[in-house]
Antibody, heavy 121, light 107 residues
Framework: QVQLVQSGAEVKRPGAAVKVSCKAS????????IHWVRQAPGQGLEWMGW????????NIAQKFQGWVTMTRDTSISTAYLELNRLKSDDTAVYYC??????????????WGQGTLVTVSS | ENVLTQSPGTLSLSPGERATLSCRAS???????LVWYQQKPGQAPRLLIF???SRATGIPDRFSGSGSGTDFTLTISRLEPEDFAVYYC????????FGGGTKVEIK
């Protein structure tokens, strides 16, 4: 069965960086885009972008360009989200999610369990 | 950016009642590229409806979606205790956006 398993919670100081991982199993990793979605405490969902695990190409939402990086390691079927220059309002649960594998159909049946990133001095 | 506005913010209903949730887009959504999710506290969202009206695998038929263009609706025909949660719509064009959510709470 399809599973996305994320790394554990992180606590970081303002200005630091963090790297969240998302390990995929139960399907061909390179066949489906991985998206990242964040949710601040008590707030709604916000799409951050996607990575194509086959090519490594990315599409990062404008708000996150310049300080968010999405990468992958196909040898271990894992996608990564790196956030740089963290601020307190980056405190959120970060989810990875898989789309259905149809070009342009960016909705999500499979989700990771979420990784809480807390930014606090 | 296609802004999605969900209403009401909170819906207070009793089990067995009908719930009607609205999602309005600032720009027309082509091909009915709209989905609905359910989210419970501490859990990832769960896909309910895709393509505005198609139920995802395993979703009970008391959940139905309708609409086109800029106005979409999620209907829960008879609320079960497990349906009390927050519901989000999302459009899945090239830059996906989510609505702000509707909380369905027990009256």
């Amino acid at each position: 069965q399809v599973q996305l398993v994320q790394s554990g919670a992180e606590v970081k100081r303002p200005g630091a960086a963090v790297k969240v991982s998302c390990k995929a199993s139960g399907y061909t990793f390179t066949g489906y885009y991985i998206h990242w979605v964040r949710q601040a405490p008590g707030q709604g969902l916000e799409w951050m972008g996607w990575i194509n695990p086959n090519s490594g190409g990315t599409n990062i939402a404008q708000k996150f360009q310049g300080w968010v990086t999405m990468t992958r390691d196909t040898s271990i079927s894992t996608a990564y989200l790196e956030l740089n220059r963290l601020k307190s309002d980056d405190t959120a649960v970060y989810y990875c999610a898989r789309d259905p594998g149809v070009p342009g159909r960016y909705y999500f049946y499979y989700w990771g369990q979420g990784t809480l990133v807390t930014v606090s001095s | 950016e296609n802004v999605l506005t969900q209403s009401p913010g909170t819906l207070s209903l009793s089990p067995g009642e009908r719930a009607t949730l609205s999602c309005r887009a600032s720009q027309s959504i082509s091909n009915n590229y709209l989905v609905w999710y359910q989210q419970k506290p501490g859990q990832a969202p769960r896909l309910l409806i895709f393509g505005a009206s198609s139920r995802a695998t395993g979703i009970p038929d008391r959940f139905s979606g309708s609409g086109s263009g800029t106005d979409f609706t999620l209907t829960i025909s008879r609320l079960e205790p497990e349906d009390f949660a927050v519901y989000y719509c999302q459009q899945y064009g090239s830059s996906p956006t989510f609505g702000g959510g509707t909380k369905v709470e027990i009256k």
